[in-house]
C-alpha cells in the first residue's frame, strides 16, 4: 500500500502542538460578523408563503419569492437563529457547479451534463449580480478555483480534465510559481467557475435583505408539522410552530400558508418520505490567525483562488479577506442514527490530523498558529447533489441533499422550489435532474455499516493510486456515492 504525501512529509509533532496551544472550539465567521436578532413568532398568522429555514437555501427563496411578487406575504421561520448552522460556518467557496463537479454529472445526467453546466454559470452570475445590486456585505471574490494534484496518478486526472478555457491545466512548475507548496505536482485552474465569500456576512446580508423587501423573519421558531389533513389545496398547509413566548410557555402558534418551502438540508426532513434521502455527515475546519506580510510572501497566493486537492479524501482551502487561511475536510464523519448534535463538532483528532497537513501543505508557515477550530453538518446525499421535488398537491417543494456544494446551488434550489409551488414549466424544472431523486440510504444499522465501509474503501483507494476496490466500483454501478 502507498503512503500518501500527508504521511511521507508528516511535519514535526512540535508544530502541531505550538499551533493548536490556544486554538478556540468557536466558529470563526459567526465571531467575525455577529448576526442580527429576530423575534419569536408568538401568535398565529397567514401568509402566501411560509420557508421553513433560516440558512442560504431559505433566505433565497424568501427573497427571490418578493423579488418575483413583491406583493406577496412571506414568512420565513428558523428554529434557532438566521445563519447558524452550514451556511455560517462552511468554507465560503461559490461554486458554478450543480453537481459536485463534472465527473459527478456526466456520470450521473449525461444527456444533460452541458445544460446543467451552462445554468450552474448563470447561477453563480446571477448571485454575483444581486450581490452587486443590494450592495450586500459578504467579502466576495470572484477569484476562481484552482483542483491540485499532490500524488502523482492525479496529474493525469486533471490533465484530462482540461479543456484549455472554462479549465486550464497548470503544470507542477506553473502551479508553484503562483502557490508555494512542496505537494504540488500540478493543478487545474477554473478561472470563472469559483468565488470566496464571508458565510456569516452573506446570510446576516441576505436576511437584511430579506427583511428590506418585506420578509417576516422569525427565530427560535421551530416547525413541529406540517398539516394538510382536512384542508383543501386552496386553503393551504398549517404550519404548527413550538416557539416560546415572552414568559418562556411555549406559544404553539400556527401559520396558514398557501405554499410551504422548506430549506431544512442536513436536519430531518418535515416530510417522512425523504427521511432517508440524506444523511448528515460532519465536517471540520481549522482558521489561522492573520498572516504576516512575510508570511503571505512565503506562500504567494496572489490570485486568492479557491484551492482544493484531488483525493477522495481531500483538503479544501482560501484565504479570508485579513490574510488569514481556512483549512478544512478530508475527515468526513457520519455518526450513528443520523443525528446532529453540537458535541459531534469536537473532534480533537480530526483537527489534529487537519493541522498535520496543513503544515505539510505549507512548511513555510512553522510557527503559525491556529485560533479556531469547529465543525458542522452536510446534507450529503447518494447521488452528491441536490435533489427536487413537491409534496401534499403542490403545496409543498423542497431543495435538499447539496452535500457541500450549497454556497450558490442554493439560490438554484430557490428558484427551482418557487418554479415549483407556482406549477411552472421552466426549463428548470424539465430537468431529469429535477425530475428524478437519488437513491435512499439504508435505515440503521445497514447505514453506520454502509457508510464506514464507504470510508474505509475511499481511503484505500487514495492509498493505491486511485484504484477503486470491489465495493466502490459496485456503488458506482448502483448510483451510490460518498467523498469527503
Request: charged share 25%.
Amino acid at each position: 500500500m502507498r503512503s500518501t504525501v500527508f504521511e511521507r512529509l508528516r511535519p514535526n509533532a512540535a508544530m502541531a502542538d505550538h499551533a493548536l496551544k490556544d486554538t478556540r472550539q468557536s466558529v470563526f465567521w459567526l465571531e467575525d460578523a455577529p448576526p442580527d436578532a429576530y423575534p419569536a413568532l408568538t401568535s398565529s398568522t397567514s401568509a402566501d408563503l411560509v420557508v421553513v429555514g433560516g440558512g442560504y437555501s431559505g433566505l433565497w427563496t424568501a427573497l427571490l419569492a418578493k423579488r418575483r411578487h413583491p406583493d406577496a406575504s412571506v414568512v420565513l421561520l428558523e428554529a434557532r437563529t438566521i445563519g447558524w448552522a452550514a451556511s455560517g460556518r462552511n468554507g465560503g467557496f461559490a461554486e458554478s457547479s450543480l453537481t459536485h463537479g463534472e465527473e459527478n454529472g456526466r456520470s450521473r445526467f449525461p444527456e444533460e451534463y452541458d445544460q446543467l453546466a451552462r445554468l450552474g454559470r448563470e447561477n453563480l452570475d446571477a448571485i454575483e449580480a444581486i450581490v452587486r445590486e443590494l450592495g450586500l456585505d459578504a467579502d466576495w471574490e470572484r477569484n476562481g478555483s484552482i483542483d491540485v494534484a499532490v500524488e502523482p496518478h492525479q496529474v493525469e486526472w486533471l490533465r484530462e480534465a482540461a479543456d484549455g478555457h472554462s479549465a486550464v491545466f497548470l503544470d507542477e512548475a506553473e502551479l508553484r510559481a503562483s502557490v508555494h507548496s512542496p505537494t504540488y505536482l500540478g493543478g487545474l485552474l477554473h478561472p470563472h467557475d469559483g468565488a470566496l465569500v464571508h458565510p456569516a456576512k452573506l446570510a446576516r446580508a441576505l436576511a437584511r435583505a430579506c427583511a428590506d423587501a418585506g420578509v417576516q423573519l422569525f427565530e427560535r421558531t421551530p416547525v413541529t408539522e406540517l398539516v394538510t389533513s382536512g384542508l383543501s389545496a386552496a386553503e393551504g398547509v398549517d404550519v404548527r410552530t413550538a416557539a416560546l413566548d415572552v414568559t418562556g410557555r411555549p406559544s404553539a402558534a400556527v401559520v396558514r400558508a398557501a405554499k410551504v418551502a422548506l430549506g431544512t438540508n442536513a436536519f430531518p426532513s418535515l416530510l417522512k418520505r425523504n427521511r432517508l434521502y440524506t444523511v448528515p455527515v460532519y465536517d471540520y475546519v481549522l482558521m489561522t490567525e492573520p498572516l504576516s506580510p512575510g508570511q503571505r510572501d512565503a506562500i504567494g497566493w496572489r490570485g486568492r483562488e479557491g484551492i482544493g486537492d484531488s483525493a477522495n479524501q481531500f483538503h479544501y482551502y482560501r484565504l479570508s479577506a485579513d490574510d488569514r487561511i481556512l483549512f478544512g475536510g478530508y475527515d468526513a464523519v457520519y455518526h450513528y442514527g443520523g443525528r446532529v448534535r453540537e458535541r459531534y463538532e469536537r473532534r480533537d483528532a480530526t483537527h489534529r490530523m487537519l493541522a498535520e497537513h496543513f503544515f505539510t501543505t505549507f512548511p513555510q508557515l512553522e510557527g503559525l498558529r491556529f485560533t479556531h477550530k469547529w465543525a458542522g453538518a452536510i446534507d450529503t446525499c447518494s447521488r452528491f447533489c441536490a435533489f427536487f421535488g413537491s409534496a401534499r398537491d403542490g403545496r409543498i417543494a423542497y431543495a435538499t441533499g447539496f452535500t457541500g456544494l450549497g454556497v450558490a446551488a442554493t439560490h438554484f434550489g430557490a428558484e427551482v422550489m418557487l418554479d415549483l409551488l407556482a406549477g411552472a414549466d421552466t426549463e428548470r424544472t424539465r430537468l431529469r435532474m429535477v425530475r428524478t431523486k437519488p437513491i435512499p440510504f439504508p435505515p440503521e444499522p445497514a447505514a453506520s455499516v454502509g457508510v464506514n465501509l464507504m470510508r474505509w474503501s475511499l481511503d484505500r483507494a487514495d492509498h493505491h493510486e486511485g484504484r477503486r476496490n470491489l465495493f466502490l466500483r459496485t456503488m458506482d454501478a448502483v448510483g451510490l456515492g460518498f467523498d469527503s
